[in-house]
C-alpha cells in the first residue's frame, strides 16, 4: 500500500539554527510529493511540492527535494524563523489513485 | 489562494443533537476528502469521493454519512453527536496530482 513515515517530533530549535524534518513514502505507484504547514487554528496549506525525480520544490526558504532512489523528500531550511513555528506535513498522491497519503505530521517549534 | 470554504469554523452542541459540517469549493475538483485532525495532529481520513454521487468511507472508522450531490458540495452529518465526536475536521480537494487545497476546519465541541 501507499504510506508516508515523518520524523517524529516535537522539534524545538533555536532561532537561526538549520532545520532537516525528514519524510520517506511507500507508493505502489508514481507519486507526487508535498509539503503542507499548518499554523495555530488553521487548515492545512501547500508549502512545496514536486512532481518528478529531481525535482526541487522550494518556498519561503524551504527546499525538499524528490529523491526516487531513496523514496524520501526531506524538508530542509537554512535558517528558521520563530514565524516557522508550526505543524508539518508531508503527504502523496498517487497519479490515477483516489486518496491522498499524509505522515503523522511534525510539530516544529522555533524559540527566540 | 485556495476556494475552499468549511463553516462553521466553531461549533459546541450538545449530546445527540445532530449536525451537518459544511465543505464548499469553487475550483470544480473532483476528488473531496474529510479528516478528523486528533490533538495529537495526525490526520485521519474519514471519507472521500472521487465525483458525484460517489462516496467512499476512508481508513479510520466513523459514524458520520457524507453525500456529494453537486460537484462543489461535501457535507458531513452526524445524527447524534457525542462527545467522543469532538474534534477538529478538515476538508479537501483535489484535482489529479495535483495539489490539494484545504479548508480552514471545523473544530467540534460536543457536550
Redesign the interface.
Known amino acids: 500500500g501507499n504510506s508516508v513515515t515523518q520524523m517524529e517530533g516535537p522539534v524545538t530549535l533555536s532561532e537561526e539554527a538549520f532545520l532537516t524534518i525528514n519524510c520517506t513514502y511507500t507508493a505502489t505507484g508514481y507519486p507526487?510529493l508535498?509539503w503542507?504547514v499548518?499554523y495555530p487554528?488553521?487548515?492545512?496549506?501547500?508549502l512545496l511540492?514536486a512532481?518528478k525525480a529531481d525535482d526541487k520544490g522550494s518556498n519561503k526558504g524551504f527546499e525538499a527535494t524528490y529523491r526516487k532512489e531513496t523514496t524520501s523528500f526531506h524538508l530542509e531550511k537554512g535558517s528558521v524563523q520563530v514565524s516557522d513555528s508550526a505543524?508539518y506535513?508531508c503527504?502523496i498522491?498517487?497519479?490515477g489513485a483516489?486518496?491522498?497519503v499524509?505522515g503523522?505530521?511534525t510539530?516544529l517549534t522555533i524559540n527566540p | 489562494e485556495a476556494d475552499i470554504y468549511q463553516t462553521p469554523r466553531y461549533l459546541v452542541i450538545g449530546t445527540g443533537k445532530k449536525i451537518t459540517l459544511e465543505c464548499s469549493q469553487t475550483m470544480g475538483h473532483d476528488k473531496m476528502y474529510w479528516y478528523q485532525q486528533d490533538p495529537g495532529m495526525e490526520l485521519h481520513l474519514i471519507h472521500y469521493s472521487y465525483g458525484v454521487n460517489s462516496t467512499e468511507k476512508g481508513d479510520l472508522s466513523s459514524e458520520s454519512t457524507v453525500s456529494r450531490i453537486r460537484t462543489e458540495h461535501f457535507p458531513l452529518t452526524l445524527e447524534s453527536a457525542r462527545p467522543s465526536h469532538t474534534s477538529q475536521y478538515l476538508c479537501a480537494s483535489s484535482d489529479r496530482v495535483h495539489e490539494a487545497f484545504f479548508g480552514q476546519g471545523t473544530r467540534l465541541t460536543v457536550v
Open positions: 507526487s508535498f503542507y499548518q487554528g488553521e487548515g492545512l496549506q501547500l511540492k512532481t505543524v506535513f503527504g498522491i498517487i497519479q483516489q486518496k491522498l499524509f503523522q505530521g510539530r
